[in-house]
C-alpha cells in the first residue's frame, strides 16, 4: 500500500460533477436513500473517465493490495467512506480509489478469501492510502506479511479484519491466503527486493546513491510493478542503513 497523491479532474468532467450535484434530481434525494444515490453514480456519474483518472494516478495497481488492475471489469471504484454513509462523498473524487475486484472473478479450488473493497463493501475504515502519515507506516515481512510499523491497532484492524490483506490465520498456526494470492505477491516480491541488493552487493555497487536511483526510479513508473510498495520498503530500510554508515 502506497501514499496516493490526488491529481485531480480534468475541467470538463468536473464541469459534469458540478452540474449533477445542482440538479433537481440530485437535490431531492435523501442522505439515506443508498439505492437512488447507487443509481446516480451508476448511471449519471461519469464513471469511466473518472475511473481512468484514478488509474492513472496510481500508476495502474489497487489502492489497498497493489495487484495490477486496468481499464476493463475487474477493477471498480472503490468510495473510501461508503457510498451508504450519505450521498456527499458519492460523487465526490476526493473520496474515490481505483481499487481491483478483490478475488471475486477467482475460479478453482483455491478458497475464495476475498480482499480490498469486495470484502470491505459498507464497512468504515480509518485506514486511507490518501494519508500520508499513515502510508508511512506500512511495513512488510519476509512472509509477506503487512502490517504497520509503528504498531497502529485502528490500521492493523482495517488491514486485518476488513481488507483482509493477511489472508486468514487459522487455529494451527498456518495462514490461509487470499484467493488472489497476496502474501505469496509479496512474499516473492520481498525476496525478489533481496536478491537484487545481493547482486548490488556482490558487484560493488550497494550505495546509497544508486539505492536511490532505484527507489526514484520505481516511483516515476508510469505503469508500477505490482506489489511495488513491497520492494520500496525494502529498498528504503536498506537507503536509510547506508545513509547512516555515510555509503
Not at 18 to 29: A, F, P, V, Y
Not at 66 to 94: F, T, W
Not at 134 to 145: F, S
Request: with cysteine; hydrophobic share 30%; proline share 2%.
Amino acid at each position: 500500500m502506497l501514499y496516493i497523491k490526488k491529481e485531480g479532474l480534468k475541467d470538463d468532467i468536473n464541469r459534469r460533477i458540478i452540474e449533477l450535484r445542482k440538479s433537481d434530481g440530485w437535490k431531492k434525494i435523501g442522505e439515506k436513500d443508498t439505492d437512488a444515490i447507487r443509481q446516480v453514480f451508476d448511471n449519471n456519474f461519469p464513471k469511466n473517465e473518472v475511473k481512468e483518472i484514478l488509474l492513472h494516478e496510481q500508476h495502474g495497481i489497487c489502492a489497498y493490495c497493489m495487484r495490477r488492475i486496468h481499464m476493463d471489469n475487474h477493477s471498480r471504484i472503490e468510495h473510501l467512506v461508503p457510498l451508504s454513509k450519505g450521498k456527499n462523498g458519492a460523487i465526490d473524487y476526493n473520496n474515490m480509489l481505483g481499487v481491483c475486484d478483490g478475488g471475486e472473478s477467482a475460479t478453482g479450488g483455491k478458497g475464495h478469501i476475498l480482499c480490498c473493497d469486495a470484502h470491505k463493501k459498507e464497512t468504515e475504515i480509518k485506514l486511507s492510502p490518501l494519508n500520508e502519515i499513515q502510508m508511512d507506516k506500512i511495513a512488510y515481512d519476509k512472509d509477506g506479511k503487512i502490517y504497520t510499523d509503528p504498531m497502529d491497532k485502528d490500521m492493523e484492524r482495517d488491514i486485518n479484519e476488513v481488507l483482509m490483506l493477511n489472508g486468514i490465520q487459522k487455529k494451527d498456526g498456518t495462514v490461509r491466503d487470499t484467493s488472489t494470492e497476496l502474501l505469496k505477491g509479496r512474499k516473492d516480491t520481498y525476496e525478489g527486493a533481496r536478491k537484487m541488493l545481493r547482486k548490488l552487493d556482490k558487484d560493488g555497487k550497494c550505495t546509497s546513491s544508486v539505492i536511490k536511483k532505484l527507489i526514484d526510479k520505481l516511483y516515476s513508473s508510469d505503469e508500477r510493478e505490482e506489489f511495488v510498495g513491497v520492494t520500496l520498503y525494502y529498498l528504503g530500510k536498506k537507503y536509510s542503513s547506508l545513509v547512516r554508515k555515510g555509503m
